[in-house]
Nanobody, 121 residues
Framework: QVQLFESGGGLVQTGASLRLSCTAS????????MGWFRQAPGKAREFVAG?????ASFQSVERRFDISRDNNNNAVYLQMNNLKPEDTAVYFC?????????????????WGQGTQVTVSA
């Protein structure tokens, strides 16, 4: 069964750091680009970061965030530093459909259930 499972979210104060993890099962993880998205209440899901299949190409919309992957352990990570209340959202990891990572939700075909990140002021 094709699955993604996120973990690492929680309630933190402004300025704290969190490292989100996403583990994959049921498919050949190194063959696919991966991405992180987030969705705040009442807002659309938005791209946060993406990484190519081998990690050579990556992008984050926040300079405070870093994406990485470990193909030996079928995992992708999102390191978030200096968190702000506006980072509060449910964070999702997703598998890219093909080729390099994209910035739109339509370019991803497998999603995790999400992990809640709440940053208090």
């Amino acid at each position: 069964q094709v699955q993604l499972f996120e973990s690492g979210g929680g309630l933190v104060q402004t300025g704290a750091s969190l490292r989100l993890s996403c583990t994959a099962s049921g498919w050949t993880f190194p063959n696919y680009a991966m991405g992180w998205f987030r969705q705040a209440p009442g807002k659309a899901r938005e791209f946060v970061a993406g990484i190519s299949w081998n990690g050579a190409s990556f992008q984050s919309v926040e300079r405070r965030f870093d994406i990485s992957r470990d193909n030996n352990n079928n995992a992708v990570y999102l390191q978030m530093n200096n968190l702000k209340p506006e980072d509060t959202a449910v964070y999702f990891c997703a598998r890219g459909r093909s080729g390099p990572y994209g910035r739109s939700t339509g370019e991803y075909d497998v999603w995790g259930q999400g992990t809640q990140v709440t940053v208090s002021a």
